[in-house]
């Protein structure tokens, strides 16, 4: 059985999981002036829950989508535009997911002083059937299943990244964030432990959806998906 406080962590990575509706709350809102804190803007709120948990009091977080949101049509505004110039962490998703981060945002400020985290560079993503592509988008995600986020597995490796590049955008608080990162390292592998000796035993194997949110984590446990 998932305990209390891990269960609170599975509805974070599933139930918000979906993307074609995804409903994130924007918790740092605006950038704010806190001059001695490291400003950190995230697409979505997967990434900003996670960074929020990595750098606690010592980051002010700012996340894009709004409440409501849809992440694959949001465009950003020419104020979000010039807010992310005050940011000194970047962190997006990356596989097609949120697009105009690096093309509209990104590709729009001077970035040279500024730490960027793709969440997904380097992952080998999962291929997305033909139907879940059509799902999607005719040209959305044609790399493969960007919904990384939703595995604990996989959002071990995204916290990582995370905190590396927190600590390369703030090295005078290592010490901090490792604390931080080792906290929530423990929680999400747990997390994944019990996931994998609870439905190691499950009689069905296959899982009906109503998104194709979730195949990273139902492959990583051996498990099929219908939508």
């Known amino acids: 059985m998932l305990t209390r406080k891990n269960l609170g962590i599975a509805l974070i990575f599933l139930i918000l999981a979906t993307s074609g509706a995804l409903f994130f709350r ?6 704010t002036t806190g001059a001695d804190k490291l400003q950190v803007l995230t697409s979505f709120y997967p990434l900003g829950y996670m960074v929020e948990e990595i750098g606690g009091d010592e980051i002010e977080v700012s996340i894009l989508i709004p409440p409501g949101g849809e992440v694959h049509s949001w465009q ?9 110039e005050e940011a000194d962490l970047i962190i997006y998703n990356g596989a097609g997911l949120d697009p105009w981060m690096e093309k509209d945002i990104i590709g729009s400020i001077d970035s040279s002083d500024k730490i960027i985290v793709e969440a997904s560079e380097g992952m080998d ?9 059509a799902e999607e988008g005719e040209d959305e995600h044609e790399g493969g299943d960007p919904h990384i986020w939703v595995s604990p597995h996989t959002a071990l490796i995204i916290a990582n990244k995370i905190f590396m590049g927190l600590v390369e955008a703030d090295p005078s608080n290592e010490e ?6 080792e906290s929530f390292e ?3 592998s ?3 432990e019990e996931y994998s000796s609870t439905l190691s035993s499950a009689t069905r194997r ?3 959806v109503t998104h194709s949110a979730y195949g990273t984590w139902l492959r990583i446990m051996g498990l099929n998906s219908t939508v």
Do not use: T, V
């Not at 901090?176 to 990162?181: F, L, T």
């Open 26 to 31: 924007q918790r740092g809102g605006p950038l």
């Open 186 to 188: 423990d929680i999400l």
């Open 125 to 133: 993503l999962i291929e997305m059937h033909e139907e879940e592509h």
């Open 176 to 181: 901090y964030y490792q604390g931080n990162w």
């Open 76 to 84: 950003p505004s020419i104020s979000d535009i010039a807010g992310a």
């Open 206 to 208: 296959k899982f009906f």
């Open 190 to 192: 747990s997390l994944d």
